[in-house]
């Protein structure tokens, strides 16, 4: 029996009044589209996030502290232009080659948390 059938989204947390930095790198640097929360969630702050399939929800925490080991893997089309489009942003990119099959990069999003891009190599 096959419990799971995928992963609906991936939370992450944010500090107090951080909201329009996230709209501004999630919306306008990652080119995210944010996604109305239900009101009751709504109330508690943070914003949503969806591009395909995938969707990013950053929490409000009142104590909060950046994800530094935990993160996303967020699979890219065009990892170089991606790379550039960050670094042009003032976002952090490390490179990473440590993954067998795959480019990648670790970067940060504006409160802090680590943030994994990878794009796999093409197999023939």
Known sequence: MRMLAAVDHVQLAAPPGSEEKLRAYYGDVLGMTEI???PVLAARGGC???AGDVQLHLGIEEDFR????AHPGLRVAD???CAARLAAHDAPVTWDDDLPGHLRFYSEDPVGNR???LQPLNRR
């Open 36 to 38: 109305p929360k239900p």
């Open 48 to 50: 949503w996030f969806q």
């Open 66 to 69: 950046p994800a530094r080991k």
């Open 79 to 81: 990892i170089e232009a």
């Open 115 to 117: 943030l994994e891009f």
